[in-house]
């Protein structure tokens, strides 16, 4: 194949549609009879609901009907739990059935024929509640004795799992000293454009259409219709344009439940598009992990082992979770060549918004953990960070290399990329220059992270919470097509949001064919009536480039096959000797022997007499494309992945003594996510992943208080950069192609939180001259202030 656009930072076409206006969402579509649905949400984190008057809302205009919990789960089952019992034994239903579990959790919904007559005739429901303690503090749980979220559980731990590599002990034993910390990863979110949103119509006769801009539906399908009691030939989902996910669009599978059982219960469509303050307090969040981390090290710094254990706050429901507490295990010994970990988990139940995943998901937090202990590594020793992470991260010559429980890390320079990060901030310089600009009243601070992105899950991983659940590996489809007039048009089993996957696919497709980039149609979005498909599909973990990209150039190379089988019957040649380019096939050596695409397919269509002995009419290709993986063995020991992309950070800042405000002055990244398909693309999704870096660690952050109720629900609280705010990004790339994946390409999706280590290191050496210690992510100015101002009273 040759490489004509495959590394060319060629147009998007979806952007190109974007900008123009022409893009189209969920709340484009419009259905005959199309309702509107609002909701009451409940004002208690934690209450029993002692009744609901609906009498005046069914009442109101426009009000078609009104709905309570007990109407919903009349008409659906409970959602299936991926934990073991006890925690597997909750009932979990789309709308609240007689007890309310976090603020903003549905409690009523009006359909009406518009969103504002819903809207005002939700204020016309009378619920009365009793409210009840709430569960707020996630490490309280631990100590047994908190009220009980869920009755039925008779416990608010979700799950627990221990993970024993190597020998920590031994590792101890060895070791010259002791390094231990208490750190938070804390709870946010991504905050995509458009939020969520559902349009879901039932018919008697055909079953469920769900237009939804869920990133997985087809992943998730079993949990839908098990919840909604029916059969897989009766629900259709379908996608078109989604603007942004990042992961947080994967639990509104619950509303999709939701949203089409309404539909049944009123008997026409209906419709409903999230508020922003909804997705705030009511959607998804990242779930704050909480760790007590000892350090088994040297003193010449290398570390031998940890010994964590870790408490992930889960919200109210598991409804993704306690997935995060195998994820992590991808990236068990992050960038680091440590052989000893020792890793005690828990997922608690809360009074606070389910928890899900978000950009990073599980991964994102453990290294953060691994980053901030080589920096106590080193200020304990009195040596560098970058020095310490020379010491200790796996070389460019060890790769592949096989992490301490099995994994295999696919080639990458984590030191190479530091490096070259650091010199792009002049890392060394401002160094020397500290000391300097301290005694001006400068707080200037350096930070460096390596993270590993790891894409392409093998889903035995759930096998080290949950021995009973059946998959193992995954999968990804693709279908390449002829039409009979000779285009090509290629559907795809995942499910873009911003990823630019018919960009990346036409160009695939069109190096593979030998023709223009503008002559290969993608389809939008997905449609499980049309669109191929595994239980595995979905954008989601990194995975497009290692599974979705696969499945489109094995099925783009069916089809040439194809296509040439066709030809050499025509031109009277061998197969061998048919060359397949520019609209047409040829023989080699005989150039002006071709055949057009047109010519081609209309005799896969309508002349079967001219086509090879043994091939069935038609020109469609389709591929699934899956990685060869097991389970885990019984010590939770195995590939748990196929790719790893990395990315190292550098980023310079300085505090405001006076406020504690943080400045980023200077900040540098280098990606290497293997062959790159399309750099324009690849730059994107860096740049989006510094900036939700950025966000996380200095603006974005829910806030519950001890009555469980979210103090920050709307961008006047939940604070997100703004362009003033966010620095430019200087960024190089390195490029070492995955040996694992016929195109060398690697997931570089999600980045998984190298900002993050880096700025919380950067902010902490800003003020490290006063013994400041920052152990958790986010970071308020009055958080650095109290460091500047308590060394101000101390002096």
């Known amino acids: 194949m040759t490489q004509r656009l495959i590394g060319s930072p060629v147009r998007t076409k979806e952007g190109f549609r974007h900008v123009r206006g022409r893009g189209r969402f969920v709340d484009d579509i419009s259905l005959p009879k199309t309702s509107y649905v609002a909701f009451l949400r409940s004002p208690y984190p934690h209450a029993i609901i002692k009744s609901i008057d609906v009498s005046r809302a069914q009442q109101a205009t426009g009000v078609y009907g009104v709905y309570t919990g007990a109407d919903v789960a009349a008409v659906t089952k409970p959602f299936p739990q991926l934990t073991v019992p006890p925690a597997s034994r909750v009932v979990d239903y789309s709308m609240a059935v007689r007890k309310v579990r976090f603020v903003g959790e549905p409690v009523a919904a009006v359909v009406a024929d518009s969103f504002y007559h819903a809207r005002d005739a939700v204020e016309l429901i009378e619920a009365d509640y009793e409210p009840l303690k709430p569960v707020s503090n996630p490490l309280e749980v631990l100590e047994g004795n908190t009220p009980l979220i869920h009755e039925e559980a008779g416990t608010n731990i979700a799950a627990t799992v221990d993970y024993n590599y190597g020998d920590y002990d031994s590792a101890a034993a060895k070791a010259d000293r002791i390094i231990r910390a208490k750190l938070t990863f804390h709870r946010f979110s991504s905050t995509p454009l458009e939020p969520n949103a559902v349009l879901a119509s039932y018919d008697e006769s055909t079953g469920y259409t769900i237009f939804c801009n869920n990133q997985m539906p087809m992943f998730l399908s079993p949990s839908i219709i098990r919840a909604l009691d029916t ?310 973990a990194s995975r497009f480039a290692g599974t979705g990209m696969v499945a489109i150039y094995d099925a783009a190379m069916r089809l ?113 996510c293997g062959r790159v398909i399309n750099p324009a693309i690849v730059d994107g999704q860096v740049h989006g992943a510094a900036y939700h870096g950025v966000g996380a660690v200095l603006y974005e952050n829910f806030e519950y208080d001890e009555d469980g109720r979210l103090l920050t629900s709307s961008f006047m609280d939940y604070l997100t950069p703004t362009a003033l705010d966010t620095p430019g990004f200087k960024c190089e790339r390195i490029s070492i192609p995955s040996p694992f994946t016929p195109l060398g390409a690697k997931g570089v999706g999600e980045g998984c939180g190298a900002p993050i280590p880096a700025i919380v290191a950067a902010v902490e050496d800003a003020v490290k001259h006063l013994d400041g210690e920052i152990n958790v992510s986010h970071i308020k100015p009055e958080t650095v202030y109290r460091i500047i101002s308590k060394s101000s009273r101390n002096k």
């Open 560 to 672: 040439k096959d194809m296509i040439a089988s066709i030809a050499a019957k025509i031109l009277e040649a061998r197969k061998e000797d048919i060359v397949v380019e520019g609209g047409a096939a040829y023989v080699r050596d005989a150039p002006e022997r071709k055949v057009s695409f047109k010519r081609i397919a209309r005799t896969a269509y309508a002349n079967p007499f001219e086509l090879p002995e043994g091939m069935e009419p038609g020109l469609t290709a389709q591929a699934v494309f899956s990685p060869k993986f097991e389970p885990p063995d019984q010590n939770k020991v195995g590939n748990l992945t196929l790719t790893y992309s990395y990315q190292a950070h550098a980023v310079v800042v300085e505090v405001d003594p006076e406020s504690g405000a943080v400045k980023i002055i200077d900040y540098a990244i280098v990606d290497d």
């Open 231 to 540: 059969e897989m030939t009766r629900v259709r989902f379908v996608t078109q344009d989604i603007g942004g996910g990042f992961g947080v669009k994967i639990l509104n599978y619950t509303y999709m439940v939701l949203v089409a059982a309404l539909s049944k219960l009123a008997r026409r469509p209906v419709k409903w598009i999230e508020t922003r303050t909804e997705h705030m307090m009511a959607s998804s969040h990242g779930a704050d992990r909480h760790f007590s981390v000892e350090a088994a090290v040297k003193n010449d710094g290398t570390l031998l082992g940890l010994n964590v254990v870790s408490v992930d706050d889960i919200g109210a429901y598991a409804r993704h979770e306690p997935a995060g507490l195998t994820v992590w295990a991808q990236v068990a010994s992050g960038c680091c060549k440590f052989k000893h970990l020792r890793q005690k988990m828990y997922a608690v139940f809360t009074n606070k918004c389910p928890a899900g995943p978000n950009r990073g998901f599980s991964r994102a937090p453990h290294q953060f953990m691994i980053e901030r202990i080589l920096d106590r590594i080193a200020k304990q020793l009195g040596k560098d960070p970058v020095e310490i992470r020379k010491i200790n991260y796996v070389s460019r010559d060890e790769q592949p290399y096989r992490t301490l429980n099995g994994c295999v890390y696919d080639g990458g320079d984590y030191y190479g990329a530091l490096e070259k990060a650091a010199s792009l901030v002049d890392y060394w310089g401002w160094r020397q220059k500290q000391p300097t600009l301290r005694e001006q009243g400068r707080f200037v601070g350096v930070g460096v992270g390596v993270t590993i992105d790891s894409g392409a899950a093998n889903f035995g991983q759930v096998r080290m919470l949950n021995p009973a659940l059946p998959n193992v590996g995954t999968s990804e489809a693709a279908s390449v097509q002829m039409t009979p007039d000779g285009n090509i048009v290629v559907k795809l089993g995942t499910v873009p949001q911003g990823q630019s996957h018919e960009t990346i696919a036409s160009q695939i497709v069109a190096d593979v064919l030998g023709i223009d980039y503008e002559d290969v149609l993608v389809a939008t979005g997905f449609d499980s009536s049309s669109h191929p498909y595994t239980l595995h599909s979905g954008t989601y």
